[in-house]
Each structure stands twice: as structure tokens, then as C-alpha cells.
């Protein structure tokens, strides 16, 4: 295990497509491994591949409840709203109320390739929405109704 340089917002990688995973391997686990310690270090509830350099539909999340790991995932099922401050670790002391579904199903596959689905509301919904927008080279800022003043 071991930690990642965490991507900002200058860099290119975060505005990038990311490639589907195909290889269920040693080597994706061992991302993902880096990914959870990293994003746990700085206090993170999610982190997505491209936010470590990494160009893979990879994602791992953790509200204080369970360690998620979702990869190639697609949300299939979104429903009400919700708007909550959001932050992102490739933005640090940046803050931003963002509107997302208040619930959201995802079908994933997890780090053996094994395909499961996953529900989410409030917070679990915020970060799955968040998460999988990194994969497709979008950032929070982008959907920001009215940036707040960090304290
Ligand atoms: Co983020």
C-alpha cells in the first residue's frame, strides 16, 4: 500500500475521458489499495482514478459507513434532488452548493469483476454523482449554483 500524488485542479488528467477497466488484476487492486489510503489521508470521502493520474472508470468511496469500490460503473436510476456543499480533493479550501439526485442506483463491477448494484440517498447519492462525473473528465465547479467561503 502505498500513497498517490493527488492531481489539481491545473492538471489536464482531470478533464479526460477515462478507459472502461478490462484487466480484473493484481494491479488494479493494488490501485485501488493506493486510491482508499490516499483518499483516507486527506480526509476524503471519494476519489476517482484520473484525481491520481490514472485514466481507468475506477472509484472508491467511503461516508464513514462501508469501503466502496466501483469499477466501469454506470448509474442507471436517479430520482428527487438535493443541494449540499461540495468539495473535491483536487480543489482544496474550494467549496460549492451543487444540486444532485437525492437517490441513485449504480451497476458496478467490483475488483474481481464480479457485477453488483448499489443504491445511494443523500450523501451516499452526492458522492456516487461526484465520483463517476471524475470519469468522464467532469469536475464539481463545473455544476457550482453559488461558491461558499471556506472557514
Ligand atoms: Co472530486
Request: hydrophobic fraction near 40%.
Amino acid at each position: 500500500m502505498a500513497l498517490r500524488q493527488v492531481r489539481y485542479k491545473e492538471d489536464d488528467v482531470l478533464y479526460k475521458e477515462c478507459k472502461e477497466v478490462k484487466k480484473f488484476d493484481e494491479k488494479l487492486g493494488i490501485l485501488l489499495d493506493d486510491m482508499y489510503d490516499t483518499m483516507k489521508k486527506a480526509n476524503g470521502v471519494g476519489l476517482a482514478a484520473p484525481q491520481v493520474g490514472i485514466l481507468k472508470r475506477a472509484v472508491v468511496i467511503d461516508i464513514g459507513e462501508d469501503r466502496i469500490e466501483l469499477i466501469n460503473p454506470q448509474i442507471i436510476e436517479t430520482s428527487g434532488l438535493q443541494t449540499g456543499t461540495e468539495g473535491c480533493l483536487s480543489f482544496p479550501n474550494v467549496w460549492g452548493e451543487v444540486e444532485r439526485p437525492n437517490y441513485v442506483k449504480v451497476k458496478a463491477f467490483d475488483r474481481y469483476g464480479k457485477e453488483f448494484e448499489l443504491e445511494g440517498e443523500e450523501l451516499l447519492a452526492r458522492a456516487i454523482c461526484h465520483e463517476c462525473d471524475h470519469l468522464d473528465g467532469i469536475v464539481f465547479t463545473s455544476h457550482v449554483i453559488r461558491f461558499v467561503d471556506p472557514e
